[in-house]
C-alpha cells in the first residue's frame, strides 16, 4: 500500500493561542499600570475631538475614546489601544502566512518575535501615536502583499491604510518608497495600471482633513515635528503663529557618528534579552540556513522585496536623521513589524534562545508594570521613571479640587495628568513657563491669558521658588511630597528619603495697577 505523508498541521490554533495569549497579557498589564504622562495627554484629546492637534495628527485621539466611558479608569482609556494591538497581531500572522510562513513552527516564532520585543510588549499597553501607526502599517502592508500576489485592486485598500496611518502620525509616509521599491521589484507592470496610483490617491484624500487643518493653523503640527525630528527649535509655537523655526548649530563628524552608534544602540535595546540571539545569528550563521535539514528560504518571491523594504528603509532613513540630530529610539520602530517574517527561518536553530528571550522580556516588562502599580520592588532612583510617570497624580488632583481658587500647571504633563483624574478640574497650562504644547491652544481647555486673569489662582509646579509672574505677585505657597507606597504628604520636610515628586503650590494675586513684582 503506498504511503501518503501526513499533512502539515494547521498553524492557525497554535496563532489563536498565542493572540489570546497576548492580548490577555496586555490587558491585564493595562488593568495594573496607572496612566502615565503622555497617556494622559493623548486622552484629554479624546474629549476635544478635532483632525489636527499641537503635537500629532488625531489617530491617536480616536484610540483613547474609552477614556469618555469612565474617568480616572486606565482601562477604560485604554480599550481602544488594546484592541488596535490585538488587530495588529492578527494582520502580522495572516501577513507572515501569505508571506510563505505556512510552517506552524515559523509562523508561530514570528508572531513571537513581534510580540515579545520591547516594543511590541509596550505597544499593546501604551497608547501613544505608535499605536495607531503599527496597526496602519500593519494593514498596508498585508494590503500591499495581497496586491504584488496579484489582486491588484489590493492597492486601494492599501492606500486606505496609508492614509488612516498619516492621520495617525506622520511616519507612515516612510511606506512609499517600500511600496514603490516592491512594485518596481516585483511587480512593474502594475504601474500601467491605475490601481497603484487610485491607491495614491485615496491615501491623500483620507488624509486631506489634517492637512485642511495644518493649512489653517498656519501648518502648526507638521511644523513642530518637523522641528523635533530634525533638530529644529520650534519656538513659542502655540503662541505664536509665525514663530520661526531656526537651524541647530550643526555637529561635528565626531558628534555624528556619536548620534549613529546611539541610534543603533538604542534600536538593539528594543529587542531586549532577544538580542542574544540575533548577535548570535549575525556572527554564526550569517548567509546560512540556520537548519541544514530544513527546507530553504520560505518568504515567498512576491513578498521577499516587500518586507525587506520594510524592514531596512525604516531603520536606514533614520539612521541617516541620526546623524545630524538625536532620534529616539522609538521612531523606527515599525521595522520591527517586518522583521519578525524574515528572521523566522534563519532563526530556526536558536528557537531556545528566542524563547528563552521572549520569556525574559515578558518577566522583566511584567516585573516593572508590577513595581508600577505597586512600588513594592529595591529599584534604585535611575530606574523609577514609571512610578515618577504615574505615582501620586490621582491624590493631588484630589486635594487640588478641593482649592479655593483656580488652578493652573507649568507644564503640559502635570495639567494632563490633573485632568485625567479630574476631568471637571478648570485647570490649563500657564504659558510661557515650560515647552508649549496643545493646552496653549484653547482647543482641549480653556487658554489662559496672563492679561485677562483676574486672580487670585494657585500655580502647581516643582519650582522650589515661584516663578515671575509678570502682573502678579506670589502671596503663599504650599509644599506637597509624594513617596512611594505612602500617601501625598504635606509640610516643610519630606517624610521620606527620596521622594518620588516634591510639588508646591504658590498662590498669586494681581498686583497693585502698574506695578509688576518679582515674587
Given at each position: 500500500?503506498?504511503?501518503?505523508?501526513?499533512?502539515?498541521?494547521?498553524?492557525?490554533?497554535?496563532?489563536?493561542?498565542?493572540?489570546?495569549?497576548?492580548?490577555?497579557?496586555?490587558?491585564?498589564?493595562?488593568?495594573?499600570?496607572?496612566?502615565?504622562?503622555?497617556?494622559?495627554?493623548?486622552?484629554?484629546?479624546?474629549?476635544?475631538?478635532?483632525?489636527?492637534?499641537?503635537?500629532?495628527?488625531?489617530?491617536?485621539?480616536?484610540?483613547?475614546?474609552?477614556?469618555?466611558?469612565?474617568?480616572?479608569?486606565?482601562?477604560?482609556?485604554?480599550?481602544?489601544?488594546?484592541?488596535?494591538?490585538?488587530?495588529?497581531?492578527?494582520?502580522?500572522?495572516?501577513?507572515?502566512?501569505?508571506?510563505?510562513?505556512?510552517?506552524?513552527?515559523?509562523?508561530?516564532?514570528?508572531?513571537?518575535?513581534?510580540?515579545?520585543?520591547?516594543?511590541?510588549?509596550?505597544?499593546?499597553?501604551?497608547?501613544?501615536?505608535?499605536?495607531?501607526?503599527?496597526?496602519?502599517?500593519?494593514?498596508?502592508?498585508?494590503?500591499?502583499?495581497?496586491?504584488?500576489?496579484?489582486?491588484?485592486?489590493?492597492?486601494?485598500?492599501?492606500?486606505?491604510?496609508?492614509?488612516?496611518?498619516?492621520?495617525?502620525?506622520?511616519?507612515?509616509?516612510?511606506?512609499?518608497?517600500?511600496?514603490?521599491?516592491?512594485?518596481?521589484?516585483?511587480?512593474?507592470?502594475?504601474?500601467?495600471?491605475?490601481?497603484?496610483?487610485?491607491?495614491?490617491?485615496?491615501?491623500?484624500?483620507?488624509?486631506?482633513?489634517?492637512?485642511?487643518?495644518?493649512?489653517?493653523?498656519?501648518?502648526?503640527?507638521?511644523?513642530?515635528?518637523?522641528?523635533?525630528?530634525?533638530?529644529l527649535d520650534p519656538g513659542a509655537l502655540a503662541g505664536t503663529a509665525s514663530a520661526a523655526i531656526e537651524p541647530a548649530a550643526p555637529a561635528s563628524w565626531w558628534g555624528r557618528i556619536g548620534g549613529l552608534l546611539r541610534y543603533l544602540g538604542g534600536q538593539l535595546g528594543l529587542w531586549g534579552l532577544l538580542a542574544p540571539a540575533l548577535i548570535a545569528l549575525a556572527v554564526t550563521r550569517i548567509g546560512r540556513r540556520a537548519d541544514p535539514g530544513g527546507p530553504g528560504p520560505v518568504i515567498a518571491a512576491h513578498a521577499r522585496p516587500l518586507l525587506q523594504a520594510a524592514a531596512l528603509f525604516p531603520l536606514g532613513f533614520f539612521a541617516l536623521v541620526a546623524l545630524g540630530s538625536e532620534v529616539e529610539a522609538n521612531w523606527p520602530a515599525v521595522y520591527l513589524l517586518a522583521a519578525p517574517a524574515l528572521l523566522?527561518?534563519?532563526?530556526?536553530?536558536?528557537?531556545?534562545?528566542?524563547?528563552?528571550?521572549?520569556?525574559?522580556?515578558?518577566?522583566?516588562?511584567?516585573?516593572?508594570?508590577?513595581?508600577?502599580?505597586?512600588?513594592?520592588?529595591?529599584?534604585?532612583?535611575?530606574?523609577?521613571?514609571?512610578?515618577?510617570?504615574?505615582?501620586?497624580?490621582?491624590?493631588?488632583?484630589?486635594?487640588?479640587?478641593?482649592?479655593?481658587?483656580?488652578?493652573?500647571?507649568?507644564?503640559?504633563?502635570?495639567?494632563?495628568?490633573?485632568?485625567?483624574?479630574?476631568?471637571?478640574?478648570?485647570?490649563?497650562?500657564?504659558?510661557?513657563?515650560?515647552?508649549?504644547?496643545?493646552?496653549?491652544?484653547?482647543?482641549?481647555?480653556?487658554?489662559?491669558?496672563?492679561?485677562?486673569?483676574?486672580?487670585?489662582?494657585?500655580?502647581?509646579?516643582?519650582?522650589?521658588?515661584?516663578?515671575?509672574?509678570?502682573?502678579?505677585?506670589?502671596?503663599?505657597?504650599?509644599?506637597?511630597?509624594?513617596?512611594?507606597?505612602?500617601?501625598?504628604?504635606?509640610?516643610?520636610?519630606?517624610?521620606?528619603?527620596?521622594?518620588?515628586?516634591?510639588?508646591?503650590?504658590?498662590?498669586?494675586?494681581?498686583?497693585?495697577?502698574?506695578?509688576?513684582?518679582?515674587?
Amino acid at each position: 500500500m503506498p504511503v501518503h505523508p501526513r499533512p502539515a498541521p494547521s498553524p492557525w490554533p497554535l496563532v489563536a493561542g498565542l493572540i489570546l495569549a497576548m492580548t490577555l497579557w496586555h490587558l491585564g498589564a493595562a488593568v495594573l499600570l496607572p496612566v502615565t504622562q503622555d497617556e494622559a495627554y493623548y486622552f484629554d484629546w479624546a474629549r476635544s475631538l478635532s483632525w489636527g492637534y499641537f503635537d500629532h495628527p488625531p489617530g491617536v485621539a480616536a484610540v483613547g475614546l474609552g477614556t469618555r466611558l469612565a474617568a480616572g479608569s486606565a482601562l477604560a482609556a485604554r480599550l481602544g489601544g488594546l484592541l488596535a494591538g490585538t488587530l495588529t497581531l492578527v494582520l502580522l500572522a495572516r501577513l507572515y502566512y501569505h508571506s510563505g510562513l505556512v510552517r506552524r513552527d515559523d509562523l508561530g516564532l514570528a508572531l513571537v518575535l513581534a510580540f515579545a520585543t520591547l516594543a511590541g510588549l509596550a505597544g499593546g499597553l501604551l497608547t501613544t501615536p505608535d499605536t495607531p501607526l503599527a496597526l496602519a502599517w500593519a494593514l498596508a502592508l498585508h494590503e500591499g502583499e495581497r496586491a504584488l500576489a496579484g489582486q491588484r485592486r489590493r492597492w486601494l485598500t492599501a492606500g486606505l491604510a496609508t492614509g488612516l496611518g498619516l492621520l495617525g502620525k506622520y511616519n507612515m509616509v516612510l511606506i512609499g518608497p517600500v511600496f514603490l521599491w516592491a512594485i518596481l521589484w516585483c511587480d512593474p507592470r502594475a504601474l500601467r495600471t491605475p490601481w497603484p496610483w487610485l491607491g495614491g490617491l485615496l491615501a491623500v484624500l483620507v488624509f486631506a482633513p489634517n492637512l485642511l487643518w495644518n493649512l489653517d493653523h498656519d501648518w502648526l503640527t507638521l511644523r513642530f515635528q518637523f522641528g523635533h525630528g530634525f533638530a529644529l527649535d520650534p519656538g513659542a509655537l502655540a503662541g505664536t503663529a509665525s514663530a520661526a523655526i531656526e537651524p541647530a548649530a550643526p555637529a561635528s563628524w565626531w558628534g555624528r557618528i556619536g548620534g549613529l552608534l546611539r541610534y543603533l544602540g538604542g534600536q538593539l535595546g528594543l529587542w531586549g534579552l532577544l538580542a542574544p540571539a540575533l548577535i548570535a545569528l549575525a556572527v554564526t550563521r550569517i548567509g546560512r540556513r540556520a537548519d541544514p535539514g530544513g527546507p530553504g528560504p520560505v518568504i515567498a518571491a512576491h513578498a521577499r522585496p516587500l518586507l525587506q523594504a520594510a524592514a531596512l528603509f525604516p531603520l536606514g532613513f533614520f539612521a541617516l536623521v541620526a546623524l545630524g540630530s538625536e532620534v529616539e529610539a522609538n521612531w523606527p520602530a515599525v521595522y520591527l513589524l517586518a522583521a519578525p517574517a524574515l528572521l523566522a527561518a534563519p532563526l530556526r536553530g536558536l528557537r531556545r534562545w528566542v524563547l528563552a528571550g521572549a520569556a525574559a522580556n515578558l518577566l522583566l516588562v511584567s516585573l516593572y508594570v508590577y513595581h508600577g502599580a505597586t512600588g513594592a520592588l529595591p529599584l534604585p532612583d535611575s530606574q523609577n521613571r514609571i512610578l515618577r510617570e504615574s505615582h501620586g497624580f490621582r491624590d493631588l488632583a484630589t486635594l487640588l479640587a478641593g482649592l479655593d481658587a483656580p488652578v493652573y500647571a507649568d507644564r503640559y504633563q502635570l495639567t494632563a495628568m490633573l485632568r485625567f483624574y479630574q476631568p471637571g478640574l478648570p485647570i490649563s497650562q500657564w504659558p510661557g513657563l515650560t515647552r508649549p504644547s496643545e493646552y496653549l491652544l484653547g482647543q482641549i481647555a480653556p487658554r489662559v491669558d496672563p492679561a485677562t486673569q483676574p486672580g487670585p489662582f494657585w500655580l502647581v509646579t516643582r519650582r522650589p521658588v515661584p516663578p515671575t509672574l509678570p502682573g502678579f505677585t506670589s502671596v503663599g505657597s504650599r509644599t506637597l511630597y509624594d513617596c512611594a507606597g505612602a500617601p501625598l504628604a504635606e509640610g516643610a520636610a519630606p517624610p521620606c528619603a527620596k521622594p518620588l515628586h516634591e510639588w508646591h503650590l504658590y498662590r498669586f494675586e494681581k498686583s497693585p495697577a502698574g506695578r509688576f513684582f518679582e515674587p
